[in-house]
């Protein structure tokens, strides 16, 4: 019996998390009829104002930044007030901490190939086998610039665990660069007991938050990293990535800048024009968890450039708290139509995961789970879920994989309820 399953049904439904009413604030949801949003690890919907803040964008100044008209002066200032948004939400030191860009895969690409030219006697950068392959192979591109690796391998429970970097650290580690989350699995990273060995060695920790991001509060100040990646349509944004990092270890860093782009950040970290009116988006994402965040601590008013870090971080707590009711009552389904959870699997650690659950009905193909889920309208995925190497350590083959069902805030326990009819059917 997985031992996920033995509590929490009961407390499931959460009456002090507005789950229904902020699914009004979505269009995709109100017009989806019956269908069921469970594939929100490749991407969440995004709200009334998120989608009012692209299309102000294309309709009022829709033009390139730095000109001295008023359009573009205005297409400036969203960018400065996005930047600001952000640095609250991730509680940055300064929003020159911010960098844009078109997604979290390509800035990993670009620290790492800055943090290549840098290595010198410090050649050594751990990865591991839980995380997405954006942040492995690009740094395993570094051979070539006499790169090292090391591996920090979960264990059996699906999990990284602290004790087991401390011996793979020494004087040679420049750099560790793992995940906040599973995007598969859906595990939490002890990353601050990490960050803490690795700066106790002298090396950088670089993180990939892009799972993590929707589920719970992120503080770059708490975790104490070196550097972070997100991608904004996970976190209810269009499509787009942002990178922040300690702005000394960013001044440092040799990146490719045109010769008319200062030698600073955020500007030598944005190569080339990223897309505007997506990161009108995510200022105005982080404004709906901002006024999610007021609500709950019955606040009148918008958010306020003081009040943001405060104000979104109440609204991811309440998140957190109702998805782990979430998590508790998808894994009591799943032990109720018998499958098979990979990963977290007891109601005692349900804080140390989010509620996404990489599984497999035994004896049936991932694909035909998914296609009889599909056909009852919910979205769901079957694969490697971008991570190779974690269904190796799983036994499993990497062309079927296990299937995944990623909640977020907006997902409701009748939902589950409803894709637990269509598991016990199978069976």
């Not at 007991?193 to 060695?201: C, F, I, Q, T, W």
């Not at 109601?347 to 998914?370: D, E, H, K, W, Y």
């Not at 062309?399 to 894709?419: C, M, P, Q």
């Amino acid at each position: 019996m997985n031992a996920l399953a033995a509590g929490g049904a009961a407390t499931a439904r959460d009456p002090a998390f507005p789950a229904q009413a902020l699914r009004e604030q979505f269009p995709a949801l109100t017009r989806a009829g019956t269908f069921i949003f469970f594939d929100n690890a490749a991407g969440a919907q995004v709200p009334q104002g998120v989608l009012d803040a692209v299309n102000q964008h294309l309709i009022e100044h829709n033009v390139q930044r730095g000109g001295r008209y008023r359009r573009s002066i205005a297409v400036d200032t969203s960018i400065a007030r996005a930047r600001c948004s952000v640095a609250a939400f991730l509680n940055a030191s300064k929003a020159e901490e911010i960098a844009f860009g078109m997604n979290a895969t390509s800035f990993i690409r670009l620290i790492s190939l800055a943090i290549g030219q840098t290595l010198g006697a410090r050649n050594e950068i751990i990865v591991t086998d839980l995380d997405h392959e954006a942040n492995v192979a690009t740094w395993l591109a570094l051979e070539s610039m006499d790169a090292k690796f090391v591996w920090w391998k979960i264990r059996a429970d699906g999990c990284l665990h602290t004790d087991d970097l401390a011996p793979l650290l020494s004087q040679r580690t420049r750099l560790v660069a793992c995940t906040l989350t599973s995007n598969a699995l859906g595990s939490i990273v002890d990353v601050r007991k990490a960050a803490d060995l690795v700066h106790g060695v002298g090396a950088e920790i670089f993180i990939d938050a892009v799972h993590f991001g929707p589920h719970g509060p992120l503080d770059v100040q708490a975790l104490d990293c070196d550097y972070l990646v997100c991608s904004g349509y996970k976190i209810f944004a269009p499509h787009m990535g942002f990178l922040w990092g300690r702005y000394d270890l960013l001044a440092r860093l040799p990146t490719f800048r045109e010769d008319f782009i200062p030698d600073v950040p955020p500007g030598k970290i944005e190569a080339g024009t990223f897309i505007y009116e997506n990161v009108a988006g995510m200022d105005a994402a982080v404004q709906y968890l901002a006024q999610i965040g007021r609500m709950l601590a019955h606040k009148t008013g918008a958010a306020t450039a003081e009040s943001l870090h405060a104000d979104t971080r109440i609204a991811m707590l309440a998140i957190q708290h109702y998805e782990q009711q979430l998590s508790l009552e998808l894994g009591r389904v799943l032990q109720d139509c018998g499958a098979q959870i990979y990963g977290i699997d007891t109601p005692a650690r349900v804080s140390a995961r989010v509620p996404t659950f990489c599984f497999n009905m035994p004896g049936i193909l991932p694909q035909t789970v998914v296609e009889a889920a599909a056909r009852a309208d919910i979205g769901i995925r079957d694969g490697h879920m971008y991570a190779p190497r974690l269904m190796k350590r799983l036994h499993l083959p990497t062309h079927t994989g296990a299937v995944r069902a990623s909640l977020v805030h907006y997902n409701t326990v009748d939902e589950i309820h409803r894709l637990g009819n269509v598991l016990r059917e199978l069976r």
